[in-house]
T-cell receptor, first 114, second 116 residues
Framework: DGGITQSPKYLFRKEGQNVTLSCEQN?????MYWYRQDPGQGLRLIYY???????QKGDIAEGYSVSREKKESFPLTVTSAQKNPTAFYLC?????????????FGDGTRLSIL | AQKITQTQPGMFVQEKEAVTLDCTYD???????LFWYKQPSSGEMIFLIY??????QNATEGRYSLNFQKARKSANLVISASQLGDSAMYFC?????????????FGTGTKLQVIP
């Protein structure tokens, strides 16, 4: 079945360590997004990408980096510069070209500091 | 810049009653889209309903309807005949453009609890 796969489901980071969250979609969607969700809070946009090899910073990009080398993949790296990385991270994709297309979400990755 | 505001952090509703969840937005885009999503405690995001800025009629999807008032920049979600399974976080989101790129911004959400 088509969908978005995020891995791992749970991730632990040590001090000074970079970690990478995986996001893969087989929906043939053009646009992909990364959001951060803190407990009891809304979703804040980290990065988004409309096409391969192009991405834009969202509202809270500092301490994060992304790449979009393939249409189906949009990995997020949480760098050591992100001092408070503990959160729930959601990846989404969306079919471009029409205003009424909703985002499809993965099941999320919970990141914690060791 | 675009912004979504949800002013109700939490709401209670009696089972089988209707409930309205508020959403106001701010954007300078002439064309935009508004979405509502449901997030149960398990964490997945479920798409509920969409309203386009040029749609003449309010959107409806089963027990969900959207009270869209463009001049007031509001897009409130109405859930009719509430069920226990409706207990969840509800997010309003807006799709607009930023520097030519498609951007989707979410509000802070409303936690709805349905009381038996």
């Amino acid at each position: 079945d088509g969908g978005i796969t995020q891995s791992p489901k749970y991730l632990f980071r040590k001090e000074g360590q970079n970690v990478t969250l995986s996001c893969e979609q087989n929906l043939n969607h053009d646009a992909m997004y990364w959001y951060r969700q803190d407990p009891g809070q809304g979703l804040r946009l980290i990065y988004y990408s409309q096409i391969v090899n192009d991405f834009q910073k969202g509202d809270i990009a500092e301490g994060y980096s992304v790449s979009r080398e393939k249409k189906e993949s949009f990995p997020l790296t949480v760098t050591s510069a992100q001092k408070n990385p503990t959160a729930f991270y959601l990846c989404a994709s969306r079919l471009g070209g029409s205003w009424n297309q909703p985002q499809h979400f993965g099941d999320g990755t919970r990141l914690s500091i060791l | 810049a675009q912004k979504i505001t949800q002013t109700q952090p939490g709401m209670f509703v009696q089972e089988k009653e209707a409930v309205t969840l508020d959403c106001t937005y701010d954007t300078s885009d002439p064309s935009y889209g508004l979405f509502w999503y449901k997030q149960p405690s398990s964490g997945e995001m479920i798409f509920l309903i969409y309203q386009g800025s040029y749609d003449q009629q309010n959107a409806t999807e089963g027990r969900y309807s959207l009270n869209f008032q463009k001049a007031r920049k509001s897009a409130n979600l109405v859930i009719s005949a509430s069920q226990l399974g409706d207990s969840a976080m509800y997010f309003c989101a807006m799709r607009g453009t930023s520097g030519g790129y498609q951007k989707v911004t979410f509000g802070t959400g409303t936690k709805l609890q349905v009381i038996p």
